[in-house]
């Protein structure tokens, strides 16, 4: 079945400064990637998502690359608040399933003021 | 906006009594999930649910886990006989079209055994 291992997990960084999370993933089918941000106690909240078809996405300050061939996806922040501070999760699934997903371990951001 | 919901926020239970966490998915989506997390850990899957069957399930799920939809709107997840280790918050999660498309997760239930 599929694998998702990410790194690394913690994170600390300056405001303003950027941030990067990375992951992969072993099952090569795998062709959607999310990625979920979860603040203490709260439920995991999608902020962006990339599929297999496309290398790179951005949202604002939020981008994803994706090299399927080394088959890694990672998540990058700029200009970090303090408000992004959370735990980041990368996930993996297949298009043709059912969508369970298949969560990395996930990184603890800390973004000081 | 359209949200899943999930009741209780929080449950206490004895260990070796039965559970029912519930859930009322987004109103038209079709695939319903269940996942765990333990306490600082990753969010694991446990089972998905597609056209009123079980369509996957980890190993997580074992014989002790049941799920239902009893009606057109709940969706419950039952634990027979909670041991300790069963103690996680639980999230449930759906979507409108399986596989690639965003998945929405409730707020969870805590789940506590003594």
């Known amino acids: 079945g599929e694998n998702v291992e990410q790194h690394p997990s913690t994170l600390s960084v300056q405001e303003g400064d950027s941030a990067v999370i990375k992951c992969t993933y072993s099952d090569s089918a795998s062709n959607y990637f999310p990625w979920y941000k979860q603040e203490l106690g709260k439920r995991p909240q999608l902020i962006i998502d990339?599929?297999?078809?496309?290398g790179e996405k951005k949202d604002q300050r939020i981008a994803v690359t994706l090299n399927k061939t080394a088959k890694h996806f990672s998540l990058h922040i700029t200009e970090t608040q303090p408000e992004d501070s959370a735990v980041y999760f990368c996930?993996?699934?297949?298009?043709?399933?059912?969508?369970?997903?298949?969560f990395g371990k996930g990184t603890k951001l800390s973004v000081k003021p | 906006e359209p949200e899943v919901t999930q009741t209780p926020s929080h449950q206490v239970t004895q260990m070796g009594q039965e559970v029912i966490l519930r859930c009322v998915p987004i109103?038209?989506?079709?695939?319903f999930y269940w996942y765990r997390q333990i306490l600082g850990q990753k969010v694991e899957f446990l089972v998905s649910f597609y056209n009123n069957e079980i369509s996957e399930k980890s190993e997580i799920f074992d014989d002790q886990f049941s799920v239902e939809r009893p009606d057109g709107s709940n969706f419950t997840l039952k634990i027979r006989s909670t041991k300790l280790e069963d103690s996680a918050m639980y999230f449930c999660?759906?979507?409108?079209?399986?596989?690639?498309?965003?998945?929405?997760f409730g707020q969870g239930t805590r789940l506590t055994v003594v």
């Open positions: 990339i599929r297999s078809n496309v």
């Open positions: 109103s038209n989506h079709l695939y």
């Open positions: 999660a759906s979507t409108n079209q399986g596989g690639g498309t965003e998945a929405f």
């Open positions: 996930a993996a699934s297949y298009a043709g399933s059912q969508g369970n997903l298949i």
